[in-house]
């Protein structure tokens, strides 16, 4: 993001058009107007790479690249590899002008393309300064179609109903969430706790990252306690008796598996618990 | 954990408040112990929950203000490695304290007290742990304030009221842990190498328990502070920073607050272009 470049805006008159007319305006047949391209500045650049926490093996895909600084800040200053994506063939030669300037040419790719349409899949940041139109429209698709764990920093304009996982304010707001892995459903547990049952059905409905549910065994339901879920990585507590049971592990598609601690202290007892879907929670509706 | 024994002291007080009759002394008041809390052992899940959100290891001193029959201190000894104190007004419970934790081979390590919370010396401890009624711990709330920045204070069920907890869990129960802030509130001055030249920079912190803000003076113009952070003695606060010739930066600062002297570094910029330097400021005003 560098920039804020709104695209489509639509949506953005839109969204001013509601403000002054308290009425809903027409998107849908307004014909997309380029809103003014506002740059990032270099302070706004930094700190959304260092909440991405980009490494070296990250490619940062920015949405709306402008004249390229998110994209070749990533390369130069972080090791990564970039990609930006622009509307404006002006600012596209220009990111590519500046990319060569600060010897990253051979890192970072910037495409003439609308960041709708745009195939962003192969991303693990994704930065953006858009508005919140925008942002909302993009949505669907970046939790869809991003892998869990791929990081998304907003500049100014987070998602209206995802908590970010964190927000820091310096000067401006900027907003991380990490894609979360799809865990709704139900499905078969397979874990050998002390003085429990070896097979359980965990059901789970998640709202993006964060989820609730328990486990069903004959004769009974567990609470999970401490649900958590970042990217693909899944957390809970189950008690037995007077004995918790910390699951931690990760999620693979239609399968999780990891550790179980039962008990604490020398009595801590660690073993490997596995899960398999039964129903996804698309599929419960 | 426990608890606590008695509440003649709590029930006189709802009675009060109710009718607005001064009562007779209570038992407990006659007995000269006011703070009675009625015994409730604490299930064995959330004792280990508390331990283990304290983050309790062999390095650790551990309190418990009314110990009840000893649980808490004795898992602490027996699971944790640490060593502690329990302290209960009810002698009886004391005694068993004693013999339970020699049954499980930590009497060398642990240490039952008949004594009131209240008038126990806090000072040993680098873990707290607690189970007592609202109103006693709202009391107890100025005295854990000032024990040494970095104690960890864990409770159950009740809560320490405005003085929010920095991490909580529920397995079955609400556990709080709070860490106690070092105080930061007053005047500090510090200067600071940046590239261009070095810095005068003057800090105001104002601080309400954990939390704390900040404006600064950056050779005495007016300077924003952000993000300011205070866990035990470790401060973190974010400056902007523009130099000439350098582009507007962010300053991180993370530092050691030590009495009226903090000291850490300050790092500028981020990634392979941050740069690193200490900074030390001491305080000029409380």
Same mark, same amino acid.
């Given at each position: 993001?560098?920039?804020?470049?709104?695209?489509?805006?639509?949506?953005?008159?839109?969204?001013?058009?509601?403000?002054?007319?308290?009425?809903?305006?027409?998107?849908?047949?307004?014909?997309?107007?380029?809103?003014?391209?506002?740059?990032?500045?270099?302070?706004?650049?930094?700190?959304?790479?260092?909440?991405?926490?980009?490494?070296?093996?990250?490619?940062?895909? $920015?949405?709306?690249?402008? $004249?390229?600084?998110?994209?070749?800040? @990533?390369? /130069?200053?972080?090791?990564?590899?970039?990609?930006?994506?622009?509307?404006?063939?002006?600012?596209?030669?220009?990111?590519? @002008?500046?990319?060569?300037?600060?010897?990253?040419?051979?890192?970072?790719?910037?495409?003439?393309? $609308?960041?709708?349409?745009?195939?962003?899949?192969?991303?693990?940041?994704?930065?953006?300064?858009?508005?919140?139109?925008? &942002?909302?429209?993009?949505?669907?698709?970046?939790?869809?179609?991003? /892998?869990?764990?791929?990081?998304?920093? @907003?500049?100014?304009?987070?998602?209206?109903? !995802?908590?970010?996982?964190?927000?820091?304010?310096?000067?401006?707001?900027?907003?991380?969430?990490?894609?979360?892995?799809?865990?709704?459903?139900? !499905?078969?547990?397979?874990?050998?706790?002390?003085?429990?049952?070896?097979?359980?059905?965990?059901?789970?409905?998640?709202?993006?990252?964060?989820?609730?549910?328990?486990?069903?065994?004959?004769?009974?339901?567990?609470?999970?306690?401490?649900?958590?879920?970042?990217?693909?990585?899944?957390?809970?507590?189950? &008690?037995?008796?007077?004995?918790?049971?910390?699951?931690?592990?990760?999620?693979?598609?239609?399968?999780?598996?990891?550790?179980?601690?039962?008990?604490?202290?020398?009595?801590?007892?660690?073993?490997? !618990?596995?899960?398999?879907?039964?129903?996804?929670?698309?599929?419960?509706? | 954990?426990?608890?606590?024994?008695?509440?003649?002291?709590?029930?006189?007080?709802?009675?009060?408040?109710?009718?607005?009759?001064?009562?007779?002394?209570?038992?407990?008041?006659?007995?000269? *112990?006011?703070?009675?809390?009625?015994?409730?052992?604490?299930?064995?899940?959330?004792?280990?929950?508390?331990?283990?959100?304290?983050?309790?290891?062999?390095?650790?001193?551990?309190?418990?203000?009314?110990?009840?029959?000893?649980?808490?201190?004795?898992?602490?000894?027996? %699971?944790?490695?640490?060593?502690?104190?329990?302290?209960?007004?009810?002698?009886?419970?004391?005694?068993?304290?004693?013999?339970?934790?020699?049954?499980?081979?930590?009497?060398?390590?642990?240490?039952?007290?008949?004594?009131?919370?209240?008038?126990?010396?806090?000072?040993?401890?680098?873990?707290?742990?607690?189970?007592?009624?609202?109103?006693?711990?709202?009391?107890?709330?100025?005295?854990?304030?000032?024990?040494?920045?970095?104690?960890?204070?864990?409770?159950?069920?009740?809560?320490?009221?405005?003085?929010?907890?920095?991490?909580?869990?529920?397995?079955?129960?609400?556990?709080?842990?709070?860490?106690?802030?070092?105080?930061?509130?007053?005047?500090?001055?510090?200067?600071?190498?940046?590239?261009?030249?070095?810095? %005068?920079?003057?800090?105001?912190?104002?601080?309400?328990?954990?939390?704390?803000?900040?404006?600064?003076?950056?050779?005495?113009?007016?300077? =924003?502070?952000?993000?300011?952070?205070?866990?035990?003695?470790?401060?973190? *606060?974010? =400056?902007?920073?523009?130099?000439?010739?350098?582009?507007?930066?962010?300053?991180?600062?993370?530092?050691?607050?030590?009495?009226?002297?903090?000291?850490?570094?300050?790092?500028?910029?981020?990634?392979?272009?941050?740069?690193?330097?200490?900074?030390?400021?001491?305080?000029?005003?409380?």
């Amino acid at each position: 993001m560098a920039q804020g470049r709104a695209r489509s805006t639509a949506a953005a008159a839109c969204m001013l058009a509601a403000a002054v007319a308290a009425g809903p305006g027409a998107a849908a047949g307004l014909p997309d107007i380029p809103t003014p391209y506002l740059a990032s500045t270099h302070v706004a650049v930094d700190e959304m790479l260092r909440l991405a926490e980009v490494r070296a093996e990250d490619l940062v895909v $920015d949405l709306g690249s402008g $004249d390229g600084r998110v994209v070749i800040a @990533a390369a /130069r200053d972080w090791g990564a590899r970039g990609l930006g994506i622009e509307i404006d063939p002006a600012l596209v030669e220009e990111s590519r @002008a500046n990319a060569r300037r600060a010897g990253v040419a051979e890192r970072v790719e910037f495409r003439h393309g $609308d960041v709708l349409t745009a195939d962003l899949r192969a991303g693990t940041v994704v930065t953006m300064y858009l508005l919140t139109p925008l &942002v909302e429209r993009l949505k669907p698709r970046l939790l869809a179609e991003l /892998r869990p764990g791929t990081r998304i920093v @907003a500049h100014d304009y987070g998602f209206s109903d !995802w908590k970010a996982d964190r927000r820091v304010t310096i000067s401006k707001t900027y907003y991380l969430y990490v894609v979360p892995a799809q865990v709704a459903g139900r !499905w078969q547990l397979t874990a050998t706790l002390p003085g429990g049952e070896g097979e359980y059905e965990l059901r789970l409905e998640q709202r993006y990252q964060e989820i609730r549910g328990g486990a069903h065994l004959s004769g009974g339901f567990l609470p999970a306690f401490e649900a958590r879920l970042s990217g693909d990585r899944i957390q809970f507590v189950l &008690v037995t008796g007077q004995t918790s049971h910390r699951f931690e592990g990760q999620v693979r598609g239609a399968a999780m598996e990891g550790v179980v601690r039962s008990g604490t202290g020398p009595q801590l007892v660690a073993s490997r !618990w596995r899960a398999t879907r039964i129903v996804s929670g698309a599929e419960e509706g | 954990m426990m608890g606590a024994r008695a509440v003649p002291a709590v029930l006189c007080a709802l009675l009060c408040a109710v009718l607005a009759v001064p009562l007779a002394p209570s038992h407990a008041q006659e007995r000269g *112990f006011p703070h009675d809390v009625p015994f409730v052992p604490t299930a064995q899940l959330t004792v280990d929950e508390m331990l283990r959100l304290a983050g309790v290891t062999a390095k650790d001193f551990v309190i418990d203000l009314g110990s009840g029959d000893g649980r808490i201190v004795i898992t602490a000894a027996r %699971k944790f490695g640490a060593r502690g104190l329990g302290v209960d007004l009810d002698f009886n419970l004391v005694i068993q304290s004693e013999e339970s934790a020699r049954q499980a081979g930590v009497a060398d390590r642990v240490q039952f007290l008949q004594q009131d919370l209240f008038k126990t010396d806090l000072s040993p401890a680098s873990v707290i742990t607690t189970y007592l009624l609202p109103g006693v711990m709202l009391k107890l709330r100025d005295r854990l304030l000032a024990l040494k920045p970095g104690t960890r204070v864990v409770s159950h069920d009740f809560d320490l009221g405005d003085w929010k907890p920095d991490q909580t869990t529920s397995v079955r129960k609400n556990v709080y842990l709070w860490i106690v802030p070092a105080q930061v509130a007053g005047v500090w001055r510090t200067s600071i190498e940046l590239p261009a030249a070095a810095r %005068k920079l003057d800090l105001e912190f104002t601080q309400r328990y954990q939390q704390v803000s900040a404006h600064g003076r950056l050779d005495g113009a007016p300077a =924003m502070v952000w993000e300011a952070r205070i866990a035990g003695e470790r401060l973190s *606060f974010v =400056m902007t920073d523009a130099d000439a010739g350098e582009g507007e930066s962010a300053l991180y600062f993370e530092g050691r607050v030590s009495g009226d002297v903090i000291e850490g570094e300050v790092t500028r910029g981020v990634g392979m272009q941050r740069r690193v330097a200490k900074w030390r400021a001491v305080r000029i005003k409380r």
